[in-house]
């Protein structure tokens, strides 16, 4: 069972859906997903017998983290891992602040580890012509979003790792394209947490879909192809709201 907490709501709005995933058939475990919503970007919660957190937000974003979790149902202690699905600084900015006052280990690939432990940051190219206008402009404001460096605790390679030991049930799996090092967790319900393998919220896209900033588009779409034969169902973005994958399977198709 899958419950989804609206922490902006007066009471939790909870959505509820038991799934059955032919390609992700396991004993299934119930699991919470708390979004935290940052502004331009989200990062999630996933409580399950264990909890792990995706993504670390932007910089100087620790006070609201702290205010999300006055409302939810977790303590700051809970939280076991702070997954980061890339080095992009709206991503991992606040990592550094979140893994203090949680004790959490933050993993990360290989291959981006480098934007926060150095740290530093390198546009992604533009997909199309919005996508060029955008990667120009953040060229030029990127070099004013400072943060502090962090040490990466896991360190994934390709082969990604299980979250069961985590009391999670999914694992975290290496699905380049936005970055070299991008990663997406998958839980066995078919939900997938996905970073910037798609985008679902302006300035980027108006509607949900291929990301407008990616070092390679095409890898972009192997790791798409990859996680639909894995049987990713809905997919929650860094940038917007969750979308169903059918709309990704049909912009490959």
Not at 71 to 93: A, K, M, N
Not at 125 to 136: D, E, K, Q, R
Not at 193 to 201: D, E, S
Request: a negative charge; one cysteine or more.
């Amino acid at each position: 069972m899958i419950i989804i907490f609206d922490q902006n709501a007066e009471k939790n709005s909870i959505s509820m859906r038991a799934r059955n995933c032919s390609r992700l058939r396991k004993p299934e475990m119930d699991v919470n997903i708390h979004p935290i919503d940052f502004g331009f970007n989200q990062c999630y919660i996933i409580q399950s017998e264990g909890t792990v957190m995706v993504d670390g937000g932007s910089p100087n974003k620790i006070k609201e983290f702290m205010n999300v979790m006055e409302r939810i149902p977790v303590e700051p202690e809970d939280i076991q891992l702070i997954i980061l699905t890339h080095g992009h600084f709206d991503h991992i900015g606040s990592a550094k602040e979140i893994k203090e006052v949680t004790g959490a280990k933050i993993v990360m690939h290989e291959l981006d580890r480098d934007y926060l432990e150095k740290p530093f940051q390198r546009v992604p190219n533009g997909v199309g012509v919005w996508g060029g206008i955008l990667s120009a402009m953040l060229h030029v404001a990127v070099p004013f979003f400072q943060f502090p460096a962090a040490k990466v605790d896991i360190v994934l390679g390709d082969e990604g790792m299980s979250l069961t030991d985590f009391g999670v049930p999914g694992r975290v799996i290496h699905t380049p394209g936005h970055t070299a090092g991008s990663v997406s967790v998958l839980l066995d319900s078919g939900d997938a947490f996905i970073g910037c393998l798609a985008q679902n919220k302006f300035p980027l896209r108006l509607t949900p879909g291929l990301p407008v900033l990616a070092d390679s588009i095409e890898e972009v779409k192997e790791s798409w192809k990859r996680l639909l034969a894995l049987g990713v169902e809905t997919a929650y973005p860094g940038h917007g709201k969750p979308f169903s994958s059918d709309i990704i399977r049909n912009t490959l198709t």
